[in-house]
């Protein structure tokens, strides 16, 4: 029986995934296309975390697509709002009806003669392999590994006698009331947890190693409600998401420009909102310069309102063990707790962990230079998403996205079957992917990630102004992205 095959076949049914569905159904109207999903549901992040108080740290009208204006109330959104808002967008476009659940891709082999990758796919609810072509990859399937979070190794773990809770695998029926709870780690997943489980837990704590910048904001934007009440709803939603936008790329660019006044100012918001309660200098001042890891964003300063009123705290410190009933601390205090949050990050992988060959060559990708920050040098036919650590995801998921549709129709019109980013220059010098950035998840599988160059198209820029320019006002034609196999 000869395998399906379809023109595009797109991997993952979460933001990305759906908004590249919309995208093609737009602008490639005649192309035929799949969804692949490993999990049982759409959604990604926004269907897999369930822990209390999940949110976005992103806007919404940025974190919202392009195509469909945000009307909920709150700019910082909840995750069932996130999760009903892309449940919808599927739904009224009929993608909901392209997506195959429970369908893991593990391998995607191209054939240069056929034009056309030939893919496995494990179907978990048959516990079966089968096989799939197409004509064109478009990977959507985020950038963690959605089976298990990071935790690193800690001493005594298994003595611990109460529960133990990872963000990523949240047990519904899980009582804090009332409880003693120790988060381990300052990222957003932490900073999100603390002021929601301090509404009812005896006590929370969270430890970090070292402090994290946090900035607070208000999870409503007024302007845009009152836009919303004077323009149609799609010119509020434009305005509103480029003054966004803006102000987006205005801190970064300040806070890479002068960073010891950015340093200043969020320092001087979060001491004003903790009072004067808390050892501030020792656990709130970071000891590297903004935006050289991902800000902390604070709705309405609940975290800080959590602290200063008592109902949590903030240990700085190390962790030597985990004790029966709680955590021994490298300067030998004890936090007694009955649960243990280990907040302690993603497990990154890159493009789902699925085996990549070109005509029976193995790709190692992290040996690939990245072209438009979506390509990889010399594998064909393969588009990438992976968003902005400097701003919200979705701003570079539609332009990716757009990218892949002016590509294929390009090739449609052409003639060409086969798209090769080509490396012109063999002795350009390879860089890290992502520069710059400290972030733990980052940087413990940089080495995994491809390489960007030292020009342009194979830059990495994380600026979304210039990705505008490159990838969605440049020409596809441009001596680098080879257009072969005539039909």
Known sequence: MAAEYFDVVIVGA???????????QDKCPDRSYMILEERESMGGTWDLFRYPGIRSDSDMYTLGYNFKPWKEGKAIADGPSILKYIRETAAEAGIDRRIRFQNKMTSAKWSSEDAAWTIEIRNTARNETVTMRCGFLLMCAGYYNYSQGYLPEFKGYDDFKGEIVHPQHWPEELDYRGKKVVIIGSGATAVTLLPEMAKEAGHVVML??????????????????LLQSL???KAAYAVVRWKNIQYQRWIYWQSKKAPKFVRKKLLKMARKDLGDGVDFDKHFVPHYDPWDQRLCLVP???????????????????IVEFTPNGIRLGSGEH???????????????????VDISVDNEPVDISKTFSYKSMMFSDVPNLVSTFGYINASWTLKADLTAEYSCRLLNHMAATGARQCTPRLQQPDMVGEDWIGGFSSGYIQRKMHLLPKQGTESPWLNTQNYALDKKVIREGPIEDGVLQFTNKA
């Open 14 to 24: 979460g933001l990305s995934g759906i908004g590249a569905a919309w995208h093609l």
């Open 208 to 225: 970090q190693r070292s402090p994290t910048y946090m900035g607070s904001a208000p999870d409503t934007d007024w302007l845009a409600r």
């Open 231 to 233: 323009l149609p709803e």
């Open 300 to 318: 309405n300063s609940d975290f800080f309102h959590a602290v200063r009123d008592g109902h949590a705290s903030i240990a700085t410190d190390t």
């Open 335 to 353: 936090l007694e707790a009955d649960i243990i949050v280990t907040a302690t990050g993603l497990d990154l992988r890159v493009l789902g962990d």
